[in-house]
């Protein structure tokens, strides 16, 4: 069964920094692209990084360039979002998702086919 959970959220302040993490529960997905989308009671789940699964490609939303870092260890099992300078428009529930079955443009939500529970990140000003 696919598993994919998230940690690392947290209350920080503007300014600071926070690293979020996104487990695989199997090695079956050391070679499928991954990436972290953000949602609010206000919007929908927007994209914020992706990258592919050899880490050769990482793509940013335009808001959060020059701020976030997407990474993956060596193993390809786990995800990181390291997050810095956050913004009080930062704060949303963090989504990890898989690319497994589908393909295209990893920025769109709907080509991803399993995602975390999702972990929350609150940047007070």
């Known amino acids: 069964q696919v598993q994919l959970v998230e940690s690392g959220g947290g209350l920080v302040q503007a300014g600071g920094s926070l690293r979020l993490s996104c487990a695989a529960s199997?090695?079956?997905?050391?070679?499928?692209?991954m990436g972290w989308f953000r949602q609010t009671p206000e919007k929908d789940r927007e994209f914020v990084a992706a990258?592919?699964?050899?880490?050769?490609?990482?793509y940013y939303a335009d808001s959060v360039k020059d701020r976030f870092t997407i990474s993956i260890d060596s193993a390809k099992t786990t995800v990181y979002l390291q997050m810095n300078s956050l913004k009080p428009e930062d704060t949303a529930i963090y989504y990890c998702g898989v690319q497994i079955y589908n393909s295209g443009n990893l920025e769109r939500q709907n080509v991803y086919d399993y995602w975390g529970q999702g972990t929350q990140v609150i940047v007070s000003s």
């Open positions: 199997s090695r079956s997905f050391s070679r499928f692209p």
């Open positions: 990258i592919t699964w050899n880490g050769d490609s990482k």
